[in-house]
């Protein structure tokens, strides 16, 4: 694990999210279930957020969601444990966690489609085994948070992804994880019923750019879908290591310019994997040294090197201990990011401040400046006199000259992705 992430730290009272009385004298401190919203149909998505914001949503007894704007439980004695799944976003000055509520673990995600989620989650279920109660926390407490504790269900209660879904659903009514968000549950179903759907090679590499400090064990895809890479397709860079998933065994390949303490920070990754996620024996583990790898292995992986390569981040990542902490990352610079919603030709622009892939509401246009370039996302419902042409010329108008980027609402560019989630 990274210097800026944390593998959770040890509680002396274990905890299960499977359906049960809470132990000990947490049980007279869990507040009572809030009821989910019954007119959610009749009002809109704002005012929803707005009324969920302060509540502290029971998912099962001493298992929470929340958001930044949550209603913090009373300091009554008992202690409660927080996996902030948006380490990156600050909270308000007058709502930081108080005493009572202590950071366990902290996450650098994004709520953007390229933010691969379930590398994350041994941890998170290893966190949720350690500590009672929790509260799963992210931004607004609708995506990312919503999400972790749906695959956490499926994973420790054997539930499905829709029945799982249902269960946050009903006790937190704006629960709505983003599309590549629900293609990750959805995929983590697969798995869990058929192995053979599993990753075939991980890469145990630094989270991003955002957060180098965090390693995880990255599932090899084929570049453009979510489809496997084989093992004879993976290109190992020397200062990686990858795991090749055998018949057998866990072969873990090491780079010869690899961190010296990536093999037992993959090790542990890879029994927190197995443990917690597909709740079985983990397979043997066969080191394999660059250069001197097995009969196996050179078997495995065939006689050429592949030409598929997930060096990127290896490239630009410090060979440093990977030592863990539960201290949030440090949050960049502030980018010259800024966003808007209009829904309607003749409107004032409306700047969000705080915003992230919630606020893409089909209804609206969405206009996110950046020093170099102007993206307007164009929603599917939005009014018809909306279009690339008039809303250039509304821009125009409000004095911008940067080039203009349309991208269509499903059909986003990389770039827009990229420019979007960087203004978090």
């Not at 913090?72 to 000055?93: D, K, M, Q, R």
């Not at 058929?194 to 991003?208: E, I, L, M, Q, T």
């Not at 125009?396 to 203009?404: E, K, Q, V, Y």
Request: with cysteine; hydrophobic share 40%.
């Amino acid at each position: 694990m990274g210097t800026n992430q944390s593998a959770p730290v040890q509680a002396t009272e274990p905890f299960s999210i499977v359906p049960c009385e809470p132990k000990g004298e947490s049980k007279q401190h869990v507040p009572a279930a809030q009821a989910p919203l019954d007119d959610s149909a009749v009002m809109s998505r704002a005012a929803r957020l707005a009324l969920e914001a302060p509540r502290l949503s029971l998912v099962r007894p001493g298992l929470f969601v929340a958001g930044h704007g949550v209603q913090w439980p009373p300091a009554t004695g008992a202690t409660y444990a927080l996996i902030n799944c948006a380490s990156e976003v600050l909270f308000p000055e007058d709502n930081t966690p108080p005493p009572h509520v202590r950071p366990v673990l902290a996450l650098a995600l994004r709520d953007g489609p390229t933010q691969e989620m379930l590398p994350f989650l041994p941890r998170v279920l290893a966190a949720l085994t350690q500590h009672a109660p929790a509260i799963v926390l992210c931004h607004v407490g609708v995506s990312r948070s919503c999400t972790m504790v749906i695959a956490a269900l499926m994973c420790t209660e054997g539930l499905s992804y829709t029945d799982a879904f249902a269960v946050v659903k009903g006790a937190r009514s704006v629960c709505s994880p983003n599309p590549g968000f629900l293609c990750q549950l959805l995929e983590l179903d697969s798995y869990r019923q058929d192995s053979a759907k599993r990753p075939r090679v991980y890469a145990f590499v630094p989270h991003g750019t955002h957060d180098p400090g965090t390693w995880i064990l990255s599932a090899c895809r084929v570049p453009g879908g979510r489809s496997f890479a084989s093992p004879s397709e993976v290109h190992r860079h020397p200062r990686g290591v990858f795991i090749y998933v055998d018949a057998t065994c866990l072969h873990v390949w090491v780079g010869a310019a690899a961190p010296a303490s990536a093999v037992a920070d993959a090790d542990h990754e890879l029994d927190e994997l197995y443990s917690y996620v597909w709740r079985e024996t983990r397979p043997p583990v066969v080191v394999e040294r660059d250069g001197v790898e097995s009969a196996a292995f050179r078997m495995l992986v065939g006689l050429t090197m592949g030409t598929l390569t997930y060096d990127s981040h290896l490239k630009e990542a410090p060979p440093v201990a990977l030592t863990p902490s539960i201290e949030p990352a440090a949050v960049p610079a502030a980018a010259a990011v800024v966003f808007h919603v209009v829904g309607a030709l003749d409107e004032d622009w409306d700047q969000l401040t705080e915003y992230d892939s919630s606020d893409l509401l089909p209804h609206l246009v969405g206009w996110l400046h950046t020093a170099t370039t102007e993206y307007v996302w164009l929603g599917a419902d939005r009014p018809k006199d909306c279009t690339a042409e008039s809303m250039e010329h509304k821009l125009r108008d409000a004095g911008t000259t940067n080039p203009i980027e349309f991208t269509q609402d499903g059909a986003e560019s990389e770039a827009f992705w990229e420019a979007f989630e960087s203004g978090y």
